[in-house]
């Protein structure tokens, strides 16, 4: 006897055309939920120490692991390898020893290829502040803050490349595609201010540094925290609506739009992706009134521009100064972190501080442009009380040799061996820690890696560098690698 005839929605199920209507939405059902992972998307996305990542506020406010000493970061980037042994690392012996070989490196082959002999600073050094730290004439304003600087003279990097040496001081990393510092940051923690992006890479009016966006890139983190570039030279685009779009149009249009994400946000109330993209450009529309008032670096008044130089008749260094006011503004408004850019791609050293050929003439030059914006920064930030919770990171991609190229007026590459510092929150100043050997080739005393300045700028965030992690392509990705130590001695 025939069995039991089935019901109408076992016959939808043997349906041909609907067995196959149904496998395709489950595979991309599939490849949705697998995208979503990815992007850490999904309601609970969380890292492997529970991070929670509300895709409609991905900004929002998310607590450290620890108590941090630092609320803010600017990071001032000086492209092109400034020269530590012309600026802060003051060696008496490559005085001394100036135009003699280098004991046990008389035929030095570096990035270029032979060196000459050794070649002592073409600054003068002097004693600054009460401290009497030795820093050269090159940068006298910021000679004059040394009691409020924390030297790291001992740092070392993996390459001695522009392109990857920068990838490795933003990213941990010498290739492209790992997220950078500021990422990282605004991933962990959030934004106190929910009108502005949460990370700001403001560049060089020259050009883009040679890595170019690398340095501000989301890699393989959500893309809601890649950082934004804008400066004073280069303002947000299409932030007005055209000229030949009536108000009234444009309203009309974007409550249509609102409506209709609405309706889709009630249909499918599991599509996290779409509530990230809406979260962007809600976002967007809070910036077009945001950001030209945080950039109205004019309404300062006449005494904050002369102290940063923004009034100088040289125009590279009031815009480069317009730039540092501008951070200080973002800061004043709760962006987490910012990416200050001095020096601009390869050219030879004219457009950054790469100086191979006539180092003193360029140097001369970028010095200039460098000194009293950056000073000026650091002064306005610690009247404001600012300084107190803001920390102020100086690098760049590495050092520079103690002698000449041989047959040129410019000092090669070093990546054994080099000096960045830091100011404001939790550092000791004026301090000064690890030393390279007497003529500052080669790091020598407390060797210090990029992977533990990372892990020292995270720390003063609150932030414990092995435990922010992420997991991509089977493995739970950090910004330090699987190296780094916090460097405590430096901490208050």
Known sequence: MPGPRPSPSGLRLLDRRGFLSRTFDGL???????????????????????????????????????????????VVFVAGALSHVDTFDYKPDLIRYDGKPMPGNERLVSFQGENGNLTAPLWKFRPRGASGKMTSDLLPHLG?????????????????????????????????????????????????????????????????????????????????????????TKPVSHLARPADLPAETDRAARDALLALNRDHARDYPGDESLAARIASYELAARMQLSVPETSAVESEPAHILRLYGADDPE?????????????RRLVERGVRFIQVFNGAYASGGNLNWD?????????????????????????????????????????????RMPMFQLGTYGRDHNPFGFTCWLAGAGVRAPFSYGETDPFGFKAERNVTTVHDFHAT???????????????HNGIERRLTDVHGNVITPILT
Request: net charge negative; charged share 20%; with cysteine.
């Open 144 to 232: 004059e803050l040394a009691d409020d600087l924390c030297f790291l003279h001992a740092l070392t990097t993996k390459s001695n490349t522009h392109g990857p040496g920068e990838n490795v001081m933003s990213t941990g990393f010498t290739t492209e595609g790992f997220p950078s510092m500021g990422s990282w940051l605004t991933y962990a923690l959030g934004s106190e201010n929910q009108e502005l992006p949460a990370f700001v890479a403001i560049e060089d009016p020259r050009g883009m540094p040679q890595a170019g966006p690398n340095n501000w890139a989301n890699g393989f983190l959500p893309a809601a925290f890649q950082g934004t570039p804008f400066s004073t």
């Open 457 to 471: 700028i995270l720390h003063l965030l609150g932030l414990d560098h092995t435990r922010l992690t992420y997991y």
């Open 28 to 74: 991309g059902g599939i490849a949705m939920a697998a995208m979503l992972a990815e992007d850490r998307l999904l309601a609970a996305g969380a890292s492997s120490d529970g991070l929670q990542i509300d895709p409609k506020r991905p900004h929002s406010p998310r607590p450290p692991h620890f108590e941090p000493k630092a609320k803010n970061v600017i």
């Open 355 to 399: 100086g191979h050929s006539q180092l003193k003439e360029q140097y001369d030059r970028h010095g200039r442009i460098l000194d009293q914006p950056v000073a000026g920064l650091i002064r306005d930030l610690k009247q404001r009380g600012l300084l107190e919770s803001t920390l102020v990171v100086f690098c760049t991609e590495f050092g």
């Open 315 to 327: 125009p590279t260094k009031a815009a480069f100064a317009r730039n540092c006011i501008l951070a």
